[in-house]
């Protein structure tokens, strides 16, 4: 075997036609646009080869990851020793509209979405315009903000089990509470909307509105993955960025990544930033408020491995 950083065997997907790239950044194709590589960054074209991958890795005992738009996620410096699989084919990226109903894939980004349900007058979504990502990574995270998140629309997954077996889940076996869900798939595969019918302008109007809100409060333009914790219950104490801003923490640094001056709970990352600056920064953050306010922050940013 050749001398390699990885563990991963390089032909472990060689016989299954699958699209494979060895060790590919895919620091660099999240919004952080930091991080190391992954040993195999596989493109499966449909389903079929899909469960092909997870079988074959599930098999050979091969961590299988999943990488959506990479807007909540941060890769570790030293990469990732396994599989990232990307739903990135035009396969994984259906839009289909029958009556209130729509279905996406896993692959569709969010803004392709809501801007197809503002235009074809339905109302379900509009309240997650703005935030980046994909279908997958939104429903894994239950997407949402201050007007509401993706779940509340979702009446049907198709998941994919580590096995690579296909099922799927209807509303009544789902649930999504704040930043997350009770599905344990590691793969969500389409995911049916159901919405009401309404006025596309009414809704073209609230689409723009929501997505200025979220534009003069939150730095869009700079390198992060949105939040970077889970607000604590509100019984608890007060928003995450509340408690960061309150403790002083506003434009805090660590190497490259910093506090964000527009919203505290934002750690922004500047040219040259590497995972390990945001990872230390967010531990130093977490420890600050822990230490003035007796409150543990916990991360909402999926950070690999
Ligand atoms: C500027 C900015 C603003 C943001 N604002 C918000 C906000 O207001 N509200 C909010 O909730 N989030 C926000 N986020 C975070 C992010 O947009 C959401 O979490 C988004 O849903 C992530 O989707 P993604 O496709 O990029 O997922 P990724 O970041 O690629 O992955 C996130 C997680 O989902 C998993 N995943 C991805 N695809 C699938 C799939 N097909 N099946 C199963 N698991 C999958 C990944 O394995 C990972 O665990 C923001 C991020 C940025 C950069």
Known sequence: MPDTKFQTDPGLLDDLSVRVEPDAPIGSKTWYRCGGSAAMLAHPSNTAQLSAVVERCNDKGVPVYVMG???????????????????????FKQVRIEGRKLTAGPGVDLFSLVTATCKAGLDGLVH??????????????????AFGDIGEAVSRVQLMSAEGQVYYRDRDDLSFEYRKTNIVAPFILDVEF?????????????????FFFKKNTQPMGDKSAGCSFKNP???????????????????????????????????????????????????????EVEHQFGVRLEREVVVWP
């Open 69 to 91: 738009g990479g807007a909540n996620l941060l890769v570790a410096d030293e990469g990732v020793d396994g599989v990232v699989v990307r739903l990135d084919d035009d396969n």
């Open 128 to 145: 997650i315009a703005g935030i980046p990502g994909t279908v997958g990574g939104a429903v894994r995270m239950n997407a949402g903000g």
């Open 194 to 210: 159901e919405m009401d019918e309404t006025d596309p302008d009414e809704l073209n109007k609230r689409m723009k509105e929501i």
């Open 233 to 287: 219950p509100p019984d608890v104490a007060e928003p995450a960025g509340k408690l960061i801003d309150k403790a002083g923490l506003k434009g805090k640094a660590v190497g490259k990544a910093s506090v964000s001056d527009v919203h505290a709970n934002f750690i922004v990352a500047e040219p040259g930033c590497t995972a390990n600056d945001v990872i230390t920064l967010m531990q130093e953050v977490a420890d």
